[in-house]
């Protein structure tokens, strides 16, 4: 399908994670992208997001109808192009009838078709040996399973034995032949990359999507990457791990790739500071108060209260905009609590990013700061600068005096980042350590430093006295 017209006659309507409702002008559709330009001075939209009720509209006709995953954002100022992949059937051949207009639609499918052929051989070659790899080994690793094991649940202690027997091998096989894929996916021109996405969607997903923690960043039932669960699966807290030897297996392995050890860090990193700033503010006989924002399952929090006696002299707040998020992490909390002794004063907070930035445009003057700590892991990987900043305002305005901010984000050297756009719909908006520093507040004095992965970047702003 062709560029849209712009203007009245091209609209785009959607309801994002949140419920809430937003209106675009389209600039461009085909068959799996649309782009469309939205006003909000706020946050209607963030990275990898699956919005909603997506209506495009030609006129009074509407020829798209279902869900797209957010894969671009750019600001032009009070003005947002999005980028999205449509991930739903076409509405547009409900209406058309034998003749003309349905041979011009036949012919556009013709068209599409013959795009979808004009993939590099390089990238053809890898995702091939990828394919053919994880089809061979899952028919072996079943065959092997029946034989040796018969039923995993019935013999768990054995079925352990032969997973750790035969993952090393699958490991080191698997990380040539993820290389090979990462290094071709890299090559693809962006204009091209529907195209390539797809036939390597087409033909390893079959044999990947059984692995829990693959399906649920490629399908994100709570409309979002980086949910609770999809972080637990990455902090190796999940109990979900897969039904067969081959998913248990496969599910470890990508969960386990430098991005994922890099998100580990990242909160043991947190919970080291959390327990530096308590013992600060401690120091000075107070109440130590923190605030974690898009907090998920707030592992951190947990294992805060487990092992820090300081938590029993705290506040914390956790924030999130989703409700199941909320509810889990008031059960883990309570767990934590009554497993330590350790009693701290929680609160849950229901609030979305949309709400926080219209706090931006609240009247600041009596305002006191009331937080020693504010930290947000992993929201600002999903949201532009403008967006980022404002919320760092925001953070530096709440912190008391002496008080620290903390916020992190993925450096572009991720090394699966083609792995996860091309085979999980999953994209993030990368800074390394310059660009992260520049979205501190004017006049603040920030510091960066990386974890030992290099994956992951962490700025901290420690308010003056």
Not at 132 to 151: K, M, P, Q, V, Y
Not at 187 to 208: C, G, N, Q, T, W
Not at 377 to 404: H, I, K, T
């Amino acid at each position: 399908m062709e560029k849209a017209l712009a203007g009245i006659d091209s609209l785009v309507a959607f309801v994002n994670t949140s419920g809430i409702r937003g209106r675009g002008t389209l600039i461009h559709i085909s068959r799996s992208v649309a782009v469309f330009e939205v006003y909000n001075p706020f946050s209607l939209i963030q990275m990898s997001e699956v919005l909603q009720e997506i209506s495009v509209m030609r006129g009074e006709r509407v020829i798209y109808r279902g869900r797209g995953v957010v894969t671009s954002i750019v600001s032009t100022g009070l003005m947002v192009i999005v980028s999205v992949t449509l991930i739903d059937s076409w509405s547009a051949l409900n209406h058309l009838e034998p003749g003309p207009a349905l041979s011009e639609e036949f012919g556009k499918f013709i068209s599409d078709w013959e795009s979808g052929l004009n993939i590099s051989d390089g990238y053809q070659l890898a995702v091939n040996k990828f394919s053919n790899f994880l089809a061979e080994t899952s028919r072996w690793i079943e065959e092997a399973e029946t034989a040796i094991i018969g039923d995993i649940n019935a013999h768990p202690e054995k079925a352990a034995r032969f997973r750790e027997s035969i993952e090393k091998v699958v490991t080191e096989k698997l990380s040539q032949l993820l290389y090979l894929f990462q290094d071709e996916a890299a090559r693809v021109p962006e204009e091209d990359s529907m195209i390539y996405k797809a036939f390597a969607r087409r033909e390893i997903h079959p044999y990947l999507l059984c692995a829990p923690f693959v399906w649920r960043t490629f399908y994100k039932p709570l409309g979002y990457a980086g949910d609770y669960e999809m972080v637990n699966m990455l902090l190796q807290e999940s109990q979900t791990t897969g039904s067969t030897t081959y998913a248990r297996i496969f599910h470890e392995l990508t969960s386990s790739v430098a991005a994922c050890i890099a998100h580990r860090n990242r909160v043991t990193i947190m919970e080291r500071t959390l327990g530096e700033e308590a013992e600060r503010v401690n120091d000075e006989q107070r109440v130590f108060t923190a605030l974690t924002v898009a907090c998920g399952p707030a592992v951190e929090i947990q294992r805060f209260i487990r092992r820090n006696p300081l938590s029993s002299q705290s506040a914390l707040h956790l924030m999130d905009f989703n409700e199941e998020t909320l509810e889990y992490v008031k059960l883990r909390t309570a767990e934590a609590v009554e497993e330590s002794g350790n009693k701290p004063a929680l609160k849950f907070i229901q609030k979305s990013i949309d709400d926080l930035l219209k706090d931006i445009h609240l009247e600041s003057e009596g305002f006191l700061p009331s937080y020693d700590m504010i930290y947000c892991a992993g929201l600002f990987d999903y949201f532009p600068d403008n967006v980022c900043r404002n919320l760092l305002e925001l953070y530096y305005r709440w912190v008391r005096p002496g008080g620290l901010l903390l916020t992190t984000n993925v450096h572009p050297n991720n090394p699966e980042r083609y792995l996860m756009e091309h085979l999980l719909e999953w994209y993030l908006i990368y800074r390394n350590e310059e660009e992260l520093l520049s979205l501190a507040p004017k006049g603040s004095e920030g510091e960066v430093f990386a974890d030992d992965t290099g994956v992951n970047v962490f700025l901290t702003i420690r308010k003056p006295l």
